[in-house]
């Protein structure tokens, strides 16, 4: 009977932790991230993570409600998908174990603190607990096998390819450690030394069906090099099936249009997103057009799906401000006031004021860019100056960087409320 009683109570205490799935699933996310510090990859990796979080905390509670034998457990595809990544990226397995840990610990936390609340009595209390933690311990051996053991495999696979090797010898030269160029360059068939280099991000927003995904980002490169003149082949170093480092090499004189970059880009590949860093030469140049490209896809994902190429010689002031974003949405609330709040008459006036900014203040040339009547441009900016509560001559710097951060980063830095206060 203790048993029946502590199976009933569990399925409650189940289903109620599941009502705060979302919360439950984000504060185990940012726990694990914030406790290893080698799981804090870019944007794609860490997405992959919070999907591994949520599939198996859902799988749990599943298993709980209903009394899920431990035999059937093979171990959700999102945790699977992210072993394989990070073997790919040459991650330890024990950071993937200690992932399981530490997430199994903030995880029980919710259910104990819900079975303290549903109050049984205190015996159906402590075989409820005895249930949940054989349950989940049982859970958590059984898929942690099975995730070492997808790690592992992947890891063979991905170290028996030349890409992996490309990707090897490249983390040695970005992490700055004493390389013999001769060998680098033999090893990559590259020559770092060359004048001139841009770095590239290339990736897929999702793993496309078959495994094709490398392919594709390596068809892409190709047709890059060759649209844009490239001094010789590319450097092209995957880090997994859907994300590649790429550097283009140019020769003494790079004459590169950003524009005709993109265009290569967009219609190359349908999907595929990139984030490109500015032109720089040499060994450090090569480091560094690669961090700008970091700093551009950071951007990049923070802006959304629509951002499908994006250079960081254009965004780079709105890139750094962006590796804290909840201070740089407050900081653009400072500046704009109401013209923040994302309504359809804030927008036609923030636009309006971007243009005519930029074109130096002149009404002709906003009204000409934005096909206007001159007068309606300058009801415009006389409605956004009486918002801003100010001419726009003070404080125009921030003024025209805060539009630019709105105009790349979108509705997820605009406010609801027209009063915060």
């Known amino acids: 009977m203790g048993s029946v009683e502590a199976g009933k109570c569990l399925s409650v205490v189940a289903s109620r932790v599941a009502v705060y799935m979302p919360e439950v699933s984000q ?57 394989r990544r990070l073997a790919q990226r040459n991650v330890p397995v024990g950071s993937l174990i200690r992932a399981y840990r530490l997430g199994h610990c903030r995880f029980l936390r919710w259910c104990m603190d819900e079975l303290r609340r549903h109050g049984p009595d205190e015996d159906v209390c402590a075989a409820t607990a005895r249930l949940m933690l054989e349950l989940s311990f049982g859970y958590i051996d059984r898929v942690s096998e099975r995730v070492i053991e997808v790690y592992q495999l992947e890891r063979d696979r991905w170290l028996l390819g030349q890409t992996g090797v490309h990707a090897v010898r490249v983390q040695e030269i970005l992490a700055g450690k004493h390389i013999d160029p001769d060998s680098a360059e033999s090893a990559l068939r590259y020559r770092l030394r060359q004048t001139r280099h841009v770095g590239m991000l290339l990736w897929l927003p999702e793993a496309p069906l078959g495994g094709e995904g490398l392919d594709r980002l390596d068809r892409l490169t190709s047709r890059i090099g060759e649209e844009l003149g490239c001094s010789s082949r590319p450097l092209f170093a995957a880090q997994d099936e859907t994300l590649a480092w790429v550097w283009l090499p140019f020769g003494s004189s790079c004459d590169l249009s950003w524009d005709r970059l993109a265009n290569a880009v967009e219609d190359g590949d349908p999907t ?41 010689a254009r965004v780079a002031p709105i890139a750094l401000m962006c590796t804290n974003i909840e201070d740089t949405r407050a900081w653009v609330w400072s500046v704009l006031g109401v013209l923040a709040v994302d309504d359809e008459h804030c927008a036609r006036l923030r636009e309006t004021l971007r243009i005519f900014l930029a074109t130096g203040c002149s009404y002709t040339a906003t009204a000409s860019r934005q096909i206007l009547h001159k007068n309606t441009v300058q009801y415009r900016i006389r409605k956004a100056e009486d918002a801003l509560g100010r001419p726009l001559q003070e404080g125009r710097r921030d003024l025209e960087m805060a539009l630019l951060a709105v105009q790349y980063l979108g509705s997820s830095f605009l406010r609801t409320d027209p009063d915060p206060s």
Not at 31 to 55: M, W, Y
Not at 280 to 295: I, K, M, N, S, Y
């Open 27 to 83: 504060d185990v996310w940012e726990f694990v991230i914030a406790e290893i510090p080698q799981l804090r990859g870019d944007g794609i990796i860490l997405n992959t993570l919070k999907a591994s979080v949520e599939e198996n905390i859902a799988t749990m509670l599943h298993g709980f409600e209903n009394d899920m034998p431990l035999a059937d457990v093979e171990g959700p595809a999102a945790a699977l998908d992210y072993a």
């Open 272 to 312: 595929a997103r990139a984030a490109v860093g500015d032109v720089e030469p040499g060994v450090e140049g090569f480091r560094r057009t690669h961090r700008q490209a970091v700093r551009a896809q950071e951007l990049a994902m923070a802006a959304g799906p629509e951002a499908r190429v994006t250079v960081y």
